[in-house]
């Protein structure tokens, strides 16, 4: 039975054919099964909203305009690129290059970073002009989501670190973990995707 | 690294940046007077977003090479998500405002 | 232990009473199953006293006037007292969900330092988890000309220490998770594991019920409560049923160990 590794590279290079139905998952199913969980938690907390936002849209209009689109902008691009670092990541290492794969996903963590310092610059200058999150409707849902996101970032950065771990050693270097690793970051980052829609975006 | 696959990743990340840039246009552009309610704007935002995360979903998470119950959930989650979103702000269903 | 593998293969009798009679005297698992059921009895025993008794699940509104308070606890008099004297007797009955559990990261490879944190942390989970909430909300029911002002305090204190306080089982929970995760027994599969995550963040999701009086982050919230209250009730049935699988593989060191694939 070949490695998930070896499939997935073959079916890159296009010299397996692919079995209708059958596939690789990248890194453990368990993951998955985590991620689509989540997938349900947000796609509730999303809905919530919007069905707040349809009770007064004027309110979450005005209030939205306080809010920094640059910001936001910045926060998402800044996401994206850690996505993408996290998926040459998982190429690198799968191609056996682990001094790359390395340096990926340290890059990937300092967006994180990055990304966490912007969110916390960004409350702290909502909250010096007196907008917390018991202000109105539309700032209970902006600090709830963008918070709770944050949280689950700080959990990518222990997700990323074991990552690193496991890259560092050449005892360890688990493909799996790598992969199963890149799998949470990029949950990560297509709910933040959906919130910076919701929350900045729309009209 | 492989060049297909590497090339193919930096193809994604651009799309994805130019496509976030494009929303961001669309969202700004028409604030400079009046920040206003438009539905356009937000079915624009809404579907470009779901685009985002089929592509991060499709290429990044490699669900591509998953089995077809996973291409399949996971895309309909998101067409679901999104029609959902788009019911609730088209119909202005809303929460009893408790 | 050869013992133990011989009963097993000795016929048993048929027949309800016959199998437990056998169970009683012959399972050697016998005090697992025990710590099992009696754990999903009280989670059974909850729900009914909480829902259906006491009607504290789900809560009533936190923005209600006095006199609508003083209200609700003449509505409810007689099942808050009996449902929440029921939940004074029983309480013990947490006991079990917390040794079966501890157990559990006792058969995992790691240290033995996680069982008894787990245990230790969770011992006191009853008391915010219900006995607070039983306590003070008893208190209101039992004199109803009572000054409205103390029902209107008790009923506020009764349910921000039911919804709101979860510093316990965030803890409780994390040592539970990492434990599962370094496993090397598989004791539970890894996607449990992570489930943990989903009821670890739950705790933070219900803080906002502190400050919010409604909408959806206050204690009767779609989010605070609804939301938060799905999860605790997927991860529950999740581990219950990991739990029971984990007592019908126990073979007490005899059997072959798990695939290391």
């Known amino acids: 039975m070949t490695s998930p590794a070896a499939s997935i590279s073959s079916r890159e290079a296009g010299t397996v054919a692919r079995r209708p139905g059958a596939g690789v998952v990248l890194g453990e199913p368990d993951m998955w099964a985590f991620v689509l969980f989540e997938c349900l938690i947000f796609a509730s907390y999303f809905i919530i909203y919007m069905l707040y936002r349809m009770a007064d849209p004027e309110l979450f209009l005005r209030s939205q305009e306080h809010l920094s689109q640059d910001l936001g902008v910045a926060n998402t691009l800044i996401m994206l690129t850690s996505s993408w670092l996290m998926a040459r990541c998982v190429q690198a290492a799968r191609e056996k290059k682990f001094e790359i794969a390395s340096r990926q996903v340290v890059l990937t963590l300092t967006c994180g970073v990055a990304f966490v310092a912007l969110k916390v610059t960004e409350w702290s200058m909502k909250l010096r002009e007196g907008l917390g999150f018991s202000t109105n409707e539309f700032f209970w849902f902006y600090y709830f989501l963008t918070g709770i996101h944050v949280l689950h970032v700080l959990i990518g950065f222990v997700v990323l670190a074991v990552v690193v771990h496991q890259l560092r050693s050449p005892e360890r270097r688990s493909q799996e973990i790598v992969e199963t690793g890149a799998t949470y970051w990029h949950m990560v980052d297509f709910l933040w995707v959906m919130i910076f829609a919701l929350v900045y975006v729309m009209r | ?98 | ?261």
Not at chain 2, 52 to 69: G, L, N, Q, S, Y
Request: contains cysteine; proline residues 5%.
């Open chain 3, 1 to 261: 232990m050869s013992a133990a593998v011989a009963d097993h293969t000795r016929a048993r009798p048929s027949g309800f009473l016959g199998r437990i009679a056998w169970h009683w005297r012959h399972d050697p698992k016998i005090e697992l199953w025990i710590c099992w059921w009696v754990m999903v009895s009280f989670y059974q025993l909850f729900g009914i006293v909480f829902v259906l008794m006491t009607r504290v699940m789900p809560p009533p509104r936190p923005d209600w006037d006095q006199a609508r308070i003083v209200q609700w606890f003449s509505d409810n008099h007689t099942g808050l007292l009996v449902g929440f004297g029921i939940i004074f007797l029983v309480a013990g009955m947490t006991a079990s969900s917390n040794a079966i559990i501890g157990y559990s990261m006792r058969r995992m490879s790691v240290s033995r330092a996680f069982a008894y944190s787990y245990i230790a942390i969770y011992s006191l989970s009853a008391i915010p988890g219900m006995l607070f909430a039983g306590i003070l909300l008893s208190v209101g029911a039992m004199r109803p000309d009572r000054d409205p002002r103390l029902l209107a305090w008790l009923y506020d204190a009764g349910f921000l220490t039911f919804v709101g306080t979860m510093g316990v089982f965030l803890i409780g929970t994390l040592v539970w998770m990492i434990a599962i995760l370094i496993d090397k027994n598989r004791v539970f599969p890894r996607w449990f594991g992570y489930l943990n995550i989903c009821n670890l963040l739950t705790e933070f999701v219900v803080a906002p019920c502190w400050i919010m009086k409604t909408g959806a982050f206050a204690w009767n919230g779609s989010i605070a409560f609804w939301v938060d209250t799905g999860v605790f009730v997927v991860y529950t049935t999740a581990f219950i049923v990991l739990l029971r699988r984990m007592v019908i593989r126990e073979d007490f060191g005899d059997g072959p160990l798990p695939d290391p694939s």
């Open chain 2, 1 to 98: 690294m492989g060049t297909n696959v590497e090339s193919r990743l930096r193809a994604v990340w651009l799309a994805l940046v130019v496509v976030t840039l494009i929303s961001w246009w669309i969202g700004s552009s028409h604030g400079h007077q009046e920040f206003r309610s438009s539905a356009p704007i937000t079915y624009a935002v809404l579907l470009i977003a779901a685009v985002k995360m089929r592509m991060i979903v499709r290429h990044f998470m490699e669900v591509r090479h998953a089995p077809d119950a996973l291409r399949r959930l996971t895309d309909g989650w998101i067409a679901l998500l999104v029609i959902a979103l788009l019911a609730i702000y088209s119909f202005k269903l809303s929460m009893p405002a408790v």
